[in-house]
């Protein structure tokens, strides 16, 4: 019998504590990451690897605030968040293929582009949690706070950070073609981000929110029907 593995893979564990989310940082932090997978992979599971990014992500919001605060808008136009983790799904999966390929050979890994519904009613979205971005001080995140509109929280005792909407995932988009990608035996990125919220199956069903990485992997672990789903693997440190 086939077995499955989900593992959720945190976006701090490819922007570490103390690093500022260089591509050379990511990309040693992968491959640390694609070393421990490896092992996964040789005892006879097939894998499913879901990220967050949450640093990521909010690194890409802040750039696009910069943006307007320099009135480039009409040269690079800002962007919602919703497309902002379809950014990070394909930057995030880039190189967590790559690491996989290094060790495995090229094709080995896969990353799929992965929408989620949410529910527009989902209580969520009046009581914004997910923290995104880098850590600051009370005082800089009471000051970007109230520029921006953002709702900040401390968090983890570091400091205070962005935090957004993250409502429940209900249905993975792409659930059949992640399926026939581990059915013939590649190692799949999907969900990156938790996914990039709909509410409708078209682009016009954006929203503004991130959804939490772990739920995103227990959603297609049940829908793959896996045996085994990791949210603490050893390598985030």
């Not at 019998?1 to 945190?10: D, N, R």
């Not at 981000?193 to 078209?202: L, Q, S």
């Amino acid at each position: 019998m086939t077995k499955i593995a989900v593992v959720a893979l945190g976006g701090n564990a490819l922007t570490r504590a103390g690093q500022s989310g260089t591509h050379d940082e990511m990309v040693a932090n992968a491959a640390a990451m694609a070393t421990a997978v490896n092992d996964v992979l040789e005892a006879g599971w097939r894998v499913v690897i879901v990220h967050g990014n949450g640093p990521q992500v909010g690194n890409l919001a802040l750039q696009q605030e910069a943006a307007l605060r320099q009135e480039a808008t009409a040269m690079v136009p800002a962007q919602p968040l919703a497309s902002l983790t379809a950014m990070t799904q394909g930057t995030l999966g880039s190189l967590i293929a790559r690491a996989i390929d290094l060790l495995r050979g090229r094709g080995t890994a896969a990353a799929l582009v992965t929408h989620v519904t949410v529910d527009p009613a989902d209580p969520a979205f009046g009581s914004p949690s997910k923290p995104i971005g880098p850590f600051f001080e009370a005082a800089e995140a009471r000051r970007l706070a109230r520029r921006g509109g953002w709702a900040v929280q401390p968090d983890s005792g570091r400091g205070y950070r962005r935090v957004v909407a993250s409502p429940q995932p209900t249905s993975v988009i792409e659930i059949e073609a992640l399926r026939a990608l581990v059915e013939a035996g590649h190692l799949v990125i999907a969900g990156g981000g938790g996914g990039i919220p709909v509410v409708a199956a078209d682009a016009r069903g954006l929203v503004d929110a991130i959804i939490d990485k772990d739920h995103a992997a227990c959603l297609i672990a049940r829908q793959l029907g896996a045996q085994a789903c990791s949210w603490s693997p050893p390598w985030t440190g």
